[in-house]
């Protein structure tokens, strides 16, 4: 959930470089793309309810099967309640591979998201 959580300081870096208000993401649009996972209950029908059309292409990380996608606007209403649902979840269920993009632009690329050990702790 590392990823997530850090977002919104990435885009109110990007927004005040930019000139914008940094504490609205809306201005930024950017995208959310979980591919794979095994969402189930509350965070299914989170994703399927706010999910969108496809923004941009991007590519697959999983070959086989067809992975589930889901596109997902990152306002700060969907960075909370992802947040929230996942408090009571496994990393697992939300995504295998995770991507913030906007337009065609892939702007985070995460493979095998929330499975790599944590660095930040000592051995």
Not at 35 to 40: D, K
Not at 97 to 119: G, I, K
């Amino acid at each position: 959930m590392a990823m997530i959580l850090r977002s919104p300081d990435l885009a109110k870096t990007e927004a005040r470089r930019r000139g914008r208000d940094g504490g609205d993401l809306r201005l930024l649009r950017l995208f959310l793309y979980f591919e794979g996972g095994s969402p189930s209950g509350k965070l299914l029908d989170f994703q399927r309810e706010h999910g969108i059309p496809e923004r941009a292409h991007v590519a697959y990380g999983t070959i086989w099967p067809k992975p589930t996608v889901f596109h997902l606007p990152a306002t700060p209403e969907t960075m909370m309640a992802l947040t929230e649902l996942m408090r009571l979840c496994a990393y697992p269920e939300l995504a295998i591979h995770f991507h913030v993009y906007r337009d065609q632009t892939v702007l985070v690329e995460w493979h095998d998201a929330f499975t790599q050990p944590d660095n930040d702790k000592p051995p």
